[in-house]
């Protein structure tokens, strides 16, 4: 059968995921149906679906991406709306984890589905060869299993198993969706319990409490050696039981040591732990219980982190432990599992195992080494895959310790020998194969990855804080590489050098980097430095270098394009509103958070946000509403959850594109730059008809209001006065033109005065200390 | 001087701005449907209509370009009646009352139709484009925002929490009262909208409860004592009243709720504006000859709790006959339309109760009262 568009969803199953699913469909903008139950008492029939929404959007982090998203969710329940099931494309059964109810529900689904629409279940748990018992040859064509992760919104991997009857068709279908239209990455898995991340991630998990009990280690030093030395997230392994809920660990255990092979390791290490059950007893869950291994405990001075003492059982305030140092704390793996005492001897015990355990499953449940260590990275948050760790470890030693401890050695790991189950060659990355040979790791069409660039080739133009890449068919990409991507001089310089270049020999710039956060803003420390000894000629010049270098990009003879992914805040905000375009990944939290730090905007931010509220459909006319729609966000230093709401908040123009998936943000920049290039002309100057003071006083107005409420403090009161007086145009009368020039040269003005004040100073220095902002 | 008479009442429904029923309902088309509700249940002869007077205190968007010639066309009513829009804010169609009052006296007209309206949700509070004068905001409060009026006039007569909430309690209680035995039904125009029919007010919150309020936020100023539940909510509404000689009213039969003996405004301090009522209804009352013991009915706006609790106080009102189906803090407080609203209830009430006097009064934003005394009709 060939590939079908998804145009309709079906979601059965309300509860968390089936939910957060329904959310993420939703937030691709295609209309989903949202069925569960019927109530056993209550007169709404569809009250579990409504509630599951209702919960939704009020839950932090949000699942909804805009409310415009919740809107696309129809709710009903599975008596009277099955039939709807006609109107889907794709049918995801997210029900509680028994095969008689799924069964069940896979007849009552046969009878009402049309031929060729997907029916997928999100069982993390059950074979798929046992879900498909009793149905049609028809059915099993439509059939599989789509394994989410929790928050679905957030986790990007989908595991996919297929049967032996699946369609490759209808499992195209289904795989191109999750990807491009709901942001996955497509885990090929077998259909072996677990699939691939659960079962490595249940297996060092059990490890790590085992460890940690049988050497007597504190949960916090245990999570300090399992966390960022081994690149796992801050949550380690008790941190992260916290999170999922600890009363999930005896169903897991319960499924896996049911279902995997009598010879598998898992076997030799599944147990449980007094003190585990008895907290599970007693209702310390975790973070969604009284309490977990760690908790919050509120007393008279506020709010205290404590922890659980493993033997004794009772809980203690947390302590900092004494952690791996040196290269072990750094990413140096054979540094830490080599280091001598306790924290060697725990790193080698979760590590050392884990890793040969996840070797273990090639092809048992992953065809390649590639598919293991991108479920574990982007199931599990690791920084590095088992095969990239066992890499940086080497697989000799890991072999060789294990043959010393009398631990079978993977087939994997012999295949592998003195190799590295990764290299490069001729610009190409490559894996290394069961069959012994090298081959190259092959992106999905549209996946474009700097890193990869990088790896081929050398930068156009390069310094201490930027680089400039040839990303392919006359596109250059603009990267940012300091510290959180800070901004400073560095890049406006290297800006300013890549605007001739591009201009003779290229044709368009895609601004973009493969970080996490787009960019932090400006490099606040730097400024500091210069702050504490009076430089001001300093801070001006970068304040005037900035403007004229973002303006530089605005006016250049080529589309520019912004394509950010994560947090894009401050100075990595501006430098997008001066892109003709922007191509956003849907996970962009931006903002202009200046005042926070006691400063306002100074590189051109306010004039482009101006420009862009004017622009904007239903603004009301006059020189108002503009200014105070920019004043409101920008004083409240609001940043977007998402790209679709960094629209609402007019960071992004209604044209600017939204990318689901993270890995084809580049290509989808790239193309939307090569879109532009034929009969590009830069945009003309605005000019501006500002409210002057009658404007700065009723902004001020509002202002107050604010802090008489007590959500502005004294000093907010300062720093938004001086917003209002750039955004309200200064001196400027209601009947004079304002040009960008004018506004910038305000901006800066007010910007150096700020600068000096103390109480500014202070804000700085207080968020480059703790990372969060001084209320003075 | 000619008797005038207030010869007909009607309203909308009156709904939370923004989230209520009315919220998707252009302001012009709200007033229209209202008068054409009141042309209804009246009987006037349009025809005879000297002038549609609408009050509103933010008259721009879809309240703009002199809504009421607008409200006028949409509402059918012949070309020859005349339409003029009102602002003295919140006192905006009490105003278009007194108008009339005055036209009729110097020999302008027989018939008038007072309206007021005011779509919250569709044009802000303060308007699209605000723009204070900077050398009067720095002499003078009168740019100042209403609650913080409320809370200096709880300031000024130690009008603490518990009896802000107390009177919003009661207020509440009256308005659910009221709707429930279906007394409010008769002034109330169905509206049409898109999401089909509107009938009943959306603002009354019948459960609310003294420890309900107690719990709530100050709404204006972190160590204030007004709340959202002491002030009355930002409201979509429309209102009208039909103003005539009482020559031409039983000329024509039409039902004669109450006279108009007398009006007034006056000015008052910025910074307390709440305080309004209190010399406007003492200068009505005198020229009407009575004092606040004759008076049998009394509709005494509730901007806030506090500056109710104020007037009451100083005014000498008896609680007992001041908002007798609830105020503005249940009801509402669609700004323009509210002075049409409390002269038509007090005239119905004043029929429907019996008695002899009526008062109608409320504060202005800016400083000002505006009031007017209503006489029973034999």
């Known amino acids: 059968m060939s590939e079908q568009a998804i145009r309709k969803v079906c979601v059965i199953g309300a509860g968390t995921m089936g939910a957060g699913i329904a959310a993420q469909v939703a937030n691709a903008g295609v209309p989903v149906l949202l069925l569960d139950i019927v109530p056993k008492d209550g007169s709404n029939r569809n009250a579990i679906a409504e509630g599951a929404v209702a919960k939704m959007l009020k839950t932090e982090p949000a699942p909804f991406m805009s409310k415009a998203a919740a809107r696309l969710v129809e709710t009903g329940n599975i008596e009277d709306h099955l039939e709807k099931v006609a109107e889907c494309d794709w049918v995801i059964e997210a029900v509680i984890e028994r095969l008689d109810i799924k069964q069940g529900l896979y007849a009552k689904l046969e009878a009402v589905k049309r031929p060729g629409t997907a029916v997928s279940s999100n069982t993390s748990t059950i074979p798929l060869a046992n879900l498909v018992e009793g149905r049609s040859d028809a059915f099993r064509r439509d059939f599989l299993i789509t394994h989410f992760f929790n928050p679905p919104r957030y986790m990007r991997l989908l595991e996919i198993v297929t049967g032996p009857a699946t369609d490759a068709g209808v499992a195209a279908a289904v795989e191109r969706f999750a990807d491009v239209a709901m942001g996955k990455t497509v885990v090929h898995a077998k259909d072996t319990p677990g699939f691939i991340a659960n079962r490595i991630g249940t297996y060092w998990i059990q490890l790590g409490l085992n460890a940690a009990f049988d050497m007597g280690l504190s949960v916090e030093l245990a999570d300090a050696v399992a966390g960022p030395p081994m690149g796992v997230p801050k949550t380690g392994i008790f941190g992260l039981v916290d999170l999922v809920g600890i009363d999930l660990m005896p169903h897991l255990q319960e499924s896996l040591t049911a279902t995997l092979p009598d010879d598998d390791q898992y076997h030799a290490i599944a147990q449980s732990h007094p003190l585990i059950d008895k907290m599970i007893a007693e209702g310390f869950t975790g973070r969604k219980g009284k309490g977990g291994f760690y908790r919050l405990a509120r007393d008279t001075d506020g709010r205290r982190k404590e922890a659980i003492d493993l033997a004794a059982g009772e809980y203690r305030p947390a302590i900092k432990p004494l952690g791996p140092t040196g290269p072990a704390a750094r990413g140096d793996l054979r540094a830490l599992v080599e280091t001598k005492g306790v924290i060697g001897d725990y790193a080698w015990a979760v590590l050392g195992d884990t890793l040969a355990y996840a070797a273990g499953l090639v092809p048992s449940a992953a065809a390649d080494v590639v598919a293991i260590d991108d479920a574990m990275k982007l199931g599990y948050n690791w920084k590095a895959g088992p095969f990239e760790m066992i890499d940086r470890l080497g697989a000799k030693y890991l072999a060789g310790r294990l043959e010393a401890e009398g631990k079978p050695v993977p087939q994997m790991l012999r295949i592998a020998g003195e190799r590295t189950f990764y290299r490069v060659e001729n610009g190409q990355r490559r894996f290394l194969g069961l069959d012994g040979e090298y081959h190259d790791v092959v992106r999905p069409e549209g996946v474009l990855r700097l890193a990869d660039i990088k790896l081929a080739s050398k930068p156009l133009l390069k310094n201490a804080s930027a680089a400039l890449w040839d990303v392919g068919d006359g596109v250059v990409a603009l990267e940012f590489t300091g510290k959180m991507n800070a901004l400073d001089g560095d890049v406006m310089k290297l800006i300013l050098q890549a605007i001739p270049l591009i201009q003779s020999q290229y044709k368009a710039l895609v601004i973009y980097n493969d970080a996490d956060s787009f960019s932090a803003g400006a490099n606040l420390g730097l400024a500091l430095f210069a702050l504490n000894i009076a430089a001001w000629g300093e801070i001006e010049k970068l304040v005037a270098g900035g403007q004229m270098a973002y303006k530089g990009l605005k006016y250049a003879p080529f589309p520019v394009v912004g394509a950010p992914a994560g947090l894009a805040v401050g100075g990595g905000c501006e430098i997008l509103l001066h892109c003709d375009a922007i191509q956003a990944h849907a996970e962009l939290y931006t903002g202009l958070v200046e005042c926070g730090v006691g400063l306002i905007p100074g590189w051109g931010g306010n004039g482009e946000m101006i420009e862009r509220a004017r622009n904007a459909k239903m603004m009301p006319k006059g020189p108002m509403p503009s200014v105070a729609k920019v004043f409101e966000t920008v004083s409240t230093a609001t940043v977007s959850k998402s790209a679709a709401e960094a629209k609402e908040l007019l960071f992004l123009r209604p044209e600017d594109g939204i990318t689901m998936n993270r890995d084809r943000l580049l290509h989808d920049a790239k193309q939307k730059a090569l879109s532009m290039v034929e009969g590009y002309t830069p945009p003309e100057a605005p000019t501006f008809r500002l409210p002057g003071e009658s404007g700065h006083v009723a902004l001020n107005m509002a202002a107050e209001g604010f802090r008489k409420r007590g959500l502005a403090t004294d000093y907010d009161m300062v720093v938004s006065d001086a917003l209002a007086r750039v955004l309200s145009g200064g001196e400027a009368d209601l009947v004079d033109t304002v040009s960008e020039q004018d506004l910038l040269g305000l901006e800066r003005e007010t910007f150096m005065r700020l600068v000096r004040e103390p109480r500014s100073i202070a804000r700085v220095e207080h968020m480059l200390g703790t990372g969060k902002p001084l209320r003075n | ?378």
Do not use: W
Request: one cysteine or more; proline letters at 5%.
């Open chain 2, 1 to 378: 001087m000619q008797s005038v008479v207030i010869a007909g009442y009607a309203r909308s429904p009156f709904h939370l701005a923004g989230k209520g029923a009315l919220a998707r309902v252009r302001p012009d088309d709200l007033a229209a449907q209202v008068i054409r509700g009141l042309i209804g249940k009246t009987g006037v002869d349009p025809a005879d209509v000297e002038d549609l007077i609408v009050g509103c205190a933010f008259p721009e968007g879809e309240q703009g370009l002199n809504v009421a010639r607008l409200i006028g066309l949409l509402a059918d009513l012949p070309l020859s009646v005349g339409g003029m829009t009102v602002n003295r804010f919140c006192g905006s169609s009490m105003s278009a009352v007194q108008i009339a009052m005055g036209q009729i006296a110097v020999g302008a007209g027989d018939v008038f139709i007072c309206a007021g309206v005011e779509s919250m949700s569709r044009v802000p509070m303060m308007g699209f484009n605000p723009l204070p004068n900077p050398e009067l905001a720095k002499k003078s409060a009168v740019y100042m925002g209403m609650g913080e009026t409320a809370e200096n006039v709880a300031e000024k007569y130690q009008i603490g929490r518990a009896d802000q909430e107390a009177l919003a309690v009661e207020s509440q209680k009256r308005a659910a009262a009221a709707r429930a035995a279906g007394k409010l039904a008769d002034e109330i125009v169905p509206i049409e909208t898109r999401g089909g029919t509107v009938s009943e007010d959306g603002t009354i919150r019948p459960d609310t409860t003294a420890d309900a309020l107690a719990g709530l936020k100050p709404a204006f100023d972190a160590k204030g004592s007004v709340t959202a539940g002491t002030s009355s909510p930002l409201t979509d509404g429309a209102s009208a009243v039909l103003v005539a000689t009482e020559d031409y009213a039983r000329k024509h039969n039409l039902p004669i709720l109450a006279r108009i003996k007398s009006v007034s405004i006056s000015g008052c301090a910025p910074e307390t504006m709440g305080l309004g009522p209190i010399e406007a209804s003492r200068k009505a009352m005198e020229r009407a000859g009575i004092t606040a013991a004759d008076l049998d009915v009394v509709e005494l706006n509730e901007a806030f709790a506090s500056q109710a609790l104020a007037c009451i106080k100083d005014i000498g009102l008896d609680p007992a006959k001041t908002n007798i189906d609830g105020g503005a803090i249940a009801i509402g407080h669609p700004l323009g339309a509210t002075g049409a609203r409390i002269v038509g209830k007090a005239a119905s009430l004043l029929k429907r109760e019996g008695g002899r006097y009526a008062l109608a009064t409320q504060c202005i934003g800016g400083g000002q009262g505006i009031a007017t005394i209503l006489e029973a009709v034999e």
